[in-house]
């Protein structure tokens, strides 16, 4: 069935450091992409999606790229800060118009 | 903003019990889910109501059962708790419609000993 395979953590950085995410996917036909992100002690959030080849989503620094040649959509940001530190989960939208979700990476950046 | 509200963070119960998780959702959404959350396991979806008495199985049902009887309120329930059912449980819910964003409640952490 449709499904996402997201890197595994932990990844612990710097502030201001680069962070790379990567995520693939299986799926028949190109299905809608999402990264949502979960701080401490929180629910999910919607972080950016894109429904699209080439499509590119971004918010609050963040973009990822739906690259169907590589079936992928890895997340990034240039400069991360402490208040980035959270659990990543990666998800597409399967043909039953349900989400799968990744096993979720936790990022730690440190001062 | 949306506010989807679990009644409890913290839940400890014992093997056998029946156990019930409500969530209510404050913004008329039509579509409610319930999820659990484990290490290594990400979330995995366990039932979803469409609508009012409207309810699916997701793809881990087995040993729950939810209550959709009015539209702000999803109810899940361990029929009779086990202990492979400690777990992080998650409610969300969104606006009808494939490209809606769902969102998420803050999440019960159940214990069963």
């Known amino acids: 069935g449709d499904s996402v395979t997201q890197m595994e953590g932990p990844v612990t950085l710097s502030e201001e450091a680069f962070l790379t995410i990567n995520c693939t996917y299986t799926?028949?036909?190109?299905?809608?992409l999402f990264w949502y992100v979960q701080y401490p002690g929180e629910g999910l959030q919607l972080l950016l999606k894109?429904?699209?080849?080439?499509d590119k989503g971004s918010n609050k620094g963040f973009e990822a790229t739906y690259r169907k040649e590589t079936t992928s959509f890895h997340l990034e940001k240039g400069s991360v800060q402490v208040s980035d530190s959270a659990v990543y989960f990666c998800?597409?939208?399967?043909?039953?118009?349900?989400?799968?979700f990744g096993a979720g990476t936790t990022v730690t950046v440190r001062a | 903003d949306v506010k989807v509200t679990q009644s409890s963070r913290y839940l400890v119960k014992r093997t056998g019990e029946k156990v019930f998780l409500e969530c209510v959702q404050d913004?008329?959404?039509?579509?409610m889910f319930w999820y659990r959350q484990d290490p290594g396991l990400g979330l995995r979806l366990i039932y979803f109501s469409y609508d009012v008495k409207m309810k699916e199985k997701g793809d881990i049902p087995e040993g729950y059962s939810v209550s959709r009887e009015k539209k702000e309120r999803f109810s899940l329930i361990l029929e009779s708790a086990s202990t492979n059912q400690t777990s992080m449980y998650l409610c969300a819910s969104r606006l009808q419609g494939e490209n809606q964003p769902q969102h998420f409640g803050d999440g019960t952490r159940l214990s069963i000993l």
């Open positions: 998800a597409l939208r399967r043909s039953d118009y349900k989400l799968s």
């Open positions: 913004m008329d959404h039509e579509n």
């Open positions: 799926a028949t036909g190109y299905p809608s």
């Open positions: 894109a429904t699209k080849a080439d």
